[in-house]
Each structure stands twice: as C-alpha cells, then as structure tokens.
C-alpha cells in the first residue's frame, strides 16, 4: 500500500514538473505581425496586388512600411522572376526619422514577358527579418515574342529527298526541297555541311546556312531559280550563347530586349561561310537575324547530331519578336 502511495506521489510530481518546465514558442502565423505595408494606388502605372503590362510599359511600386514597436533599420526590396529564381535585391538604410514609417517608390520598365513578384521587408539593427506585412505584388509581361524550341532543321542527302532541310521562322516548320518552292514565301533559310579539312578535325561537319535569296546559290544542287526570295538577313555567329545563364535564356526575354540585343550587331548576311568544325554552327551558337517585315529574333542552335537512322541535322529554337 505504501509503495503504490509513493508511486501515485512522484507521477504527480513529475507531471507538475513537466508543465512548469513548458515554454510558450513563437506562433508563425503573427510573430512579424509588428510590420505593416500598404501598396498605394496613387499613379497610372502602379500595381497594388497583380496587374499585367505591356513591354515598355512604365511600372510604379509606391509603398509605405510600418514597424509600430520597434526599429526598422534597413528596407530590402527583392524581386523574384516566375522560374522561382532570385533577379535583384536592393537595399535602403534607414535615417533615424524613417524607422518606423518610410515610403517610397520602385520605378522601372517592363522588359521581361512572364511574370515577377516584388516584395519589400524589414531589417533590425542585426540584420533579421522583421517582416514583409504578409504582401507581395506580381506584374505580368504580356507575350511580346515568339520562341519555338528544338526544332529539327537536317543535312541534304540526294539519297534521301524526304528529309527537310529548309525553314521557315514565322511557321516553325521545316520543309523538304519538294515542298519548298509552294512555301518558299515562307521561307527563311536552308542548311547544308561542308567537310572540316584541318588536321585536327578532318572529316567533320561543318554546317552552314543561306537565306533562299543568297547569290550565287550556296548549295547549287538544289535549284532555287523559280522560288520566292525571301531575303532574311543573319548576324555573324556568336559563340556561347546557350545554357541556362546564356544570353538565349537570360537577356532575350522580351521583344525590346530582342530588338536592342540584335541592333549591336551587324545583320547584313545571307549565308555564313563556314570552313572549320571550331567555328561552325555547333552547340551554344546564335546568329540574329532580321526577316522583311522588319522583325528582330535569335536562332540558337542546341545541337549537330543524327537521329536513330543515322542522319545528320541541327536542333535549334528560335525567339522573333510579335
């Protein structure tokens, strides 16, 4: 009896124990709710919550940040493009009659189609995130170019006429030379290879292109004499431009980015003339070009290989302004 009086003690001991020793933790859900944001309204061009634009459009972020108990001494204004990836994030230090309330206003052009999400946040004097006031704006570009991706553009094999060799930008579709003269208003270029003669890459291909209203005739087995010349034009190639943080991906994004991007260059070509494998249109390489109606785009090539029945083609994607 005495042993089950001693038992019934220390459970209640230890349980007394256990609650006194229980320590009240942060709620996430209000732990920032000390800072405030209001997104005004007080332009043409601002966005409180979502608004869509147009490229070149002006956008305003005017807000104003509160902190009511205590010190904001930094204001961070991040963006966040709509592949997750972390563009750009600025910094304002506070003065000391701004560290409970400051306003201010983001300025800027819409030069990215997609979406981008903006958020402004507090620092304290540590540097630790005091809040964002539960609140975000996203702007929207609305689409300003075109881009089609891995299209299949092949070598010419007088073995094989059903392979296409000829493309059209605006269509996205490659045409065989049987097809090209009922689509050769359509037409921007064909490819054909030549032989790499260097010691070090002998007997490799280096594959070129011509607009259909090269002269003279690149390729003379195929006779283009009755088709329609349209003359698109192309840069020189440029070397690199692939990947993720190559400029296909991360510059060209937008048809004034397009536009600006192509105008550094020379685009007075109609074919490339390439000799050697190092500098031929191989993997990461980008031409501009420009087509008769006065639009600026980018072709990148992927790749120069074959497909499962042996036959060489390039694998490109193109980017042409709306």
């Known amino acids: 009896m005495t042993t089950r009086k001693i038992l019934a003690f220390m459970t209640v001991l230890a349980l007394a124990t256990l609650a006194s020793c229980r320590v009240e933790s942060d709620n996430i859900f209000n732990m920032f709710d000390d800072v405030k944001i209001t997104y005004h309204n007080d332009s043409d061009y601002t966005v409180t919550d979502y608004r869509k634009y147009n490229d070149g459009d002006s956008v305003h972020i005017s807000f104003t940040i509160t902190s009511a108990n205590r010190d904001m001494m930094k204001i961070v204004v991040e963006s966040t493009t709509g592949n997750g990836g972390s563009n750009e994030r600025n910094e304002v230090i506070l003065q000391s ?19 981008a999400t903006f958020r402004v946040f507090a620092l304290d004097e540590k540097n630790v995130y005091m809040g964002d006031g539960y609140k975000s704006v996203t702007i929207e570009g ?18 094989k006429p059903e392979l296409p060799t000829f493309y059209a930008i605006a269509q996205g579709k490659a045409y065989t030379y049987a097809e090209g003269l009922a689509n050769s208003s359509d037409i921007d270029f064909g490819i054909y290879a030549r032989i790499d003669q260097t ?75 390439l000799t050697e494998f190092t500098t031929a249109l191989n993997a990461g390489t980008l031409l501009y070009f420009l087509t008769p ?19 060489e083609y390039l694998s490109i994607s193109t980017k042409i302004q709306n």
């Not at 109606?293 to 036959?311: H, P, R």
């Open 142 to 159: 609305a689409p300003s170019y075109t881009i089609l991706a891995d299209r299949k553009v092949y070598r010419p094999n007088a073995d």
């Open 293 to 311: 109606e006065g639009k600026y785009g980018a072709i990148l090539i992927n790749q120069s290989t074959v497909d499962a029945a042996n036959n």
């Open 199 to 273: 010691q070090a890459n002998l007997g490799r291909l280096v594959f070129n292109l011509y607009s259909v209203s090269a002269e003279p005739n690149p390729y003379p087995a195929f006779d283009l004499s009755s088709w329609t010349k349209r003359r698109t034009l192309f840069s020189a190639p440029i070397r690199n431009a692939g990947g993720p943080s190559g400029i296909f991906n991360t510059t060209l994004v937008s048809s004034s980015r397009i536009e600006e991007e192509a105008k550094k260059q020379n685009i007075n070509q109609t074919q490339t003339n």
């Open 97 to 115: 009659n701004e560290r409970r309330s400051y306003s201010g206003r983001l300025r800027l052009k819409m030069r990215r189609d997609g979406r």
